[in-house]
């Protein structure tokens, strides 16, 4: 895992990134994959973040 993994969580996931904002978690920056194309939104990682993520898993 590298430095940026670590710290920061990348959502390729469309309707994950409206729900994580849905839930007041706001991304970093939204931006385009070099390596793939896709359109991807970029967080901080968080304890807030991870209940979100945790939520959204459990729908």
Not at 23 to 45: P, V
């Amino acid at each position: 895992m590298n430095e940026m993994t670590k710290e920061y969580f990348f959502c390729y996931t469309k309707s994950m990134s409206i729900y994580l904002k849905e839930n007041g978690i706001d991304y970093l920056f939204k931006a385009i994959s070099i390596k793939n194309k896709k359109i991807f939104t970029l967080y901080k990682k968080s304890p807030e973040l991870q209940r979100a993520l945790d939520s959204y898993e459990k729908q």
